[in-house]
């Protein structure tokens, strides 16, 4: 018993560490392809800005997706790691029609009032998986008040919930004191600083090191 619960935390770390390489993987693409863009003069643009905030907010969205249908195929055992990718991947395509319907309402989006699209560009995901977290907690539990006990006592959840309240906080800061997106290397940049997806897998990761090694 002892030593499946061994086997299964050292799983759940291997896993969380692949989340936190697609990341770093998202931010990369984001820098470059805003890089290309602003030399080829596309700045402004919206259809760069929104390839650039996807691969800078949400590109390890689709490689964490990717990932959770790879692990589902293989018949791998359910995990919080593959609860949190399929969220990431569902929630993913929410800040595509928010920006959208932004710009055609007028919304300056360079602007403070703007502040809320890299929120979602770099965020929807996060509050995709941390749905989907609560409902993997919530079968394991077979209750809400159980999964919900779970839940304030999970650093991964934890940590993904402090990241969701305070991002949007730091982006109307930013653009109250003058920041404004106006390139796209900006835009990649504005996006990975709101884009702290990486500290739950991390603590993640960090946790089941512990556990492993005790």
Not at 119 to 130: E, K
Not at 170 to 178: C, H
Not at 195 to 203: A, F, G, K, R
Request: charged share 20%; with cysteine.
């Amino acid at each position: 018993m002892d030593r499946e619960k061994g086997r299964q935390e050292e799983h759940e770390e291997e896993e969380f560490g692949e989340l936190i390489k697609f990341t770093l993987a998202g931010f990369a693409g984001g820098l470059g392809l805003g890089w290309l863009l602003d030399r080829l003069g596309f700045q402004q643009n919206p259809i760069g800005e929104w390839a650039v905030r996807t691969l800078a907010g949400e590109g390890e969205s689709i490689l964490e997706g990717i990932f959770a249908i790879k692990k589902r195929l293989s018949g791998a055992t359910s995990s919080l790691a593959q609860a949190y990718g399929w969220g990431k991947l569902i929630g993913m395509t929410v800040p595509w029609w928010i920006d959208l319907f932004s710009r055609l309402l007028g919304v300056n989006v360079y602007g403070w009032e703007g502040f809320y699209i890299p929120y979602f560009y770099a965020m929807s995901d996060q509050l995709g998986a941390n749905v989907s977290g609560f409902i993997y907690l919530y079968r394991k539990e077979r209750s809400f008040f159980g999964a919900f006990k779970r839940y304030v006592r999970n650093p991964v959840m934890l940590t993904s919930l402090l990241v969701i309240l305070i991002v949007p906080l730091g982006l109307l800061t930013a653009r109250l004191l003058g920041f404004s997106p106006t390139t796209n290397l900006f835009a990649a940049l504005e996006t990975i600083a709101a884009n702290l997806c990486w500290l739950p897998p991390l603590v993640g990761m960090l946790v089941e090191r512990r556990r492993h090694q005790a």
